[in-house]
Structures are given as C-alpha cells and as structure tokens.
T-cell receptor
Framework: EPEVTQTPSHQVTQMGQEVILRCVPISNHLYFYWYRQILGQKVEFLVSFYNNEISEKSEIFDDQFSVERPDGSNFTLKIRSTKLEDSAMYFC???????????FGPGTRLLVL | QKEVEQNSGPLSVPEGAIASLNCTYSDRGSQSFFWYRQYSGKSPELIMFIYSNGDKEDGRFTAQLNKASQYVSLLIRDSQPSDSATYLCAVNRDDYKLSFGAGTTVTVRA
C-alpha cells in the first residue's frame, strides 16, 4: 500500500541552525502539506503546496520557513534559523485532490537545543 | 471560539463496550469531516471520512454527521484494547487546510 515517508525520524539541532525535513508523498498525489504538533498539543496546519507553489499557509509559517519540491518525488520543509519553540513533531501529508483524505507520514521529531 | 472542539477525555470503556466520541465545529462552510487515530508518538492514521449528513459505517466504526447542528461523532463498537489511542476530529472546507481538534483519549480496559 502506498505511503508517505519522511526523513529523518529524529533531528536534534542547535538554536539558530538551519534544518531541512524531507518527505516523499504518495506517488500519484498532487497536493502536499506540512503540519506540526507540539508535545501535548493539537496538530496544526503549516502550509499546502500544489503545482509547484504554496496554495495556503498559516500564520505560523513565517519567513523562517520555506517549502520546495526539488525533484519529482521529494517535498522539503526548511527552517532557516531554528528557535526553541520550533521543537515539535513535523508531519508531511499528501492527497489526490482538494478536500480529499490527507495521508500522513510517520513524522520527524525535531528538538532544538 | 475554537474551530474544532472535542472532549479531551480520558474516556475509559470496558472491552467489548461502545465508545462514543463527539466533535463540534464552528465553520458552517465545512464540507469534509475526518476521524484519525493517533497512538502516542505516532502520526495520525485515517479511520473514517464522512461528507453527507447521516451515518456511515465501516466495520466496527460508525461516523455520524449533522451539519445543521455542526456536529460529528464516532462510535466504536466492540471496543478492543488495541483501540486505546487518541482520536482526532478534523474538518476541511474543501480547501487545503485540515483543522484538527485537540483529540479525545480513549482507554479500553481489558
């Protein structure tokens, strides 16, 4: 069964460093998403991406964040200068159409020290 | 007002019983409704989706939607210890963003 994959599973970084989180969406899906979940809190939408551009972003997704689809399979989230409060689980998701079921990857646990 | 509200629980049910989970949402334009299950430290896993008013059954799970009351529920019949998890209600306006509730933690007692 097709699934979303993410790497790395865990990332520890120092405050102020850049991190890149990687995702491989389900192959025939066209819509890609990033969500985050701070420990003990709800899942929060960060950004959606379609047709090589951002289609919607939340207020969390400020200038320190960027997304890219560098090739035909990968989808990345870059955090330029990490802060302590960026520590969270980051989930990538994909769907075949707008409003369709979004399938989540296993997540990357990011810890900023 | 929160976009999606759920009772946080914990909801404790004996094995074999029915677990009933509730969710309300504030945006009347919401079109798609999803229930995800999340085990501790893991990612959300789709249980069911529902788009139309009424009931939708899938195995031991039944989702109920009432758009007039802005209410969606999930019933888990014949609850098993493996059903112990946090259940997330998520809502979509047929645009890009899923809005999640905080989740209801269910514990099934053997």
């Amino acid at each position: 069964e097709p699934e979303v994959t993410q790497t790395p599973s865990h990332q520890v970084t120092q405050m102020g460093q850049e991190v890149i989180l990687r995702c491989v969406p389900i192959s025939n899906h066209l819509y890609f998403y990033w969500y985050r979940q701070i420990l003990g809190q709800k899942v929060e939408f960060l950004v959606s991406f379609y047709n090589n551009e951002i289609s919607e972003k939340s207020e969390i997704f400020d200038d320190q964040f960027s997304v890219e689809r560098p090739d035909g399979s990968n989808f990345t989230l870059k955090i330029r200068s990490t802060k302590l409060e960026d520590s969270a689980m980051y989930f990538c998701a994909s769907s075949g159409a707008i409003g369709d079921t979004q399938y989540f990857g296993p997540g990357t646990r990011l810890l900023v020290l | 007002q929160k976009e999606v509200e759920q009772n946080s629980g914990p909801l404790s049910v004996p094995e074999g019983a029915i677990a009933s989970l509730n969710c309300t949402y504030s945006d009347r334009g919401s079109q798609s409704f999803f229930w995800y299950r999340q085990y501790s430290g893991k990612s959300p896993e789709l249980i069911m989706f529902i788009y139309s008013n009424g009931d939708k059954e899938d195995g031991r799970f039944t989702a109920q939607l009432n758009k007039a009351s802005q209410y969606v529920s999930l019933l888990i019949r014949d609850s098993q210890p493996s059903d112990s998890a946090t259940y997330l209600c998520a809502v979509n306006r047929d645009d890009y963003k899923l809005s999640f509730g905080a989740g209801t933690t269910v514990t099934v007692r053997a």
